[in-house]
């Protein structure tokens, strides 16, 4: 079993920043891409940023310049640093993570549960 939970999402105003999280545990061989989506309500889901295990990153238009993705390996941890936060960054942000499991050859994806961000106006 592999699982990834996220934490650090909430409520902030326009302009602050929040910092999210997402951990794996269980049985993990090794891990390779991480990424973040958003899902806002009625909306599709968009990629904000993806990071590869040589750290190279790509981020969604909406948030470059904004948004920081980060990521240690000795702790099988992402995280996203979100600065100038607007509005319409408010959504359901979810971490996906590309991990092969022990004495397997098979990478697959895993999802985290998703974290509310809600930014006032």
């Known amino acids: 079993q592999v699982q990834l939970v996220e934490s650090g999402g909430g409520l902030v105003q326009n302009g602050g920043s929040l910092r999210l999280s997402c951990v794996a545990s269980g049985d993990i061989g090794s891990v390779y891409a991480m990424t973040w989506y958003r899902q806002a309500p009625g909306q599709q889901r968009d990629l904000v940023a993806t990071?590869?295990?040589?750290?190279?990153?790509k981020y969604g238009d909406s948030v470059k310049g904004r948004f920081t993705i980060s990521r240690d390996n000795t702790k099988n941890t992402m995280y996203l640093q979100m600065n100038s936060l607007k509005h319409e960054d408010t959504a359901v942000y979810s971490c996906v993570m590309q991990i092969r499991r022990r004495a397997t050859t098979v990478r697959a994806n895993y999802w985290g549960q998703g974290t509310q961000v809600t930014v006032s106006s």
């Open positions: 990071i590869a295990p040589d750290d190279i990153t």
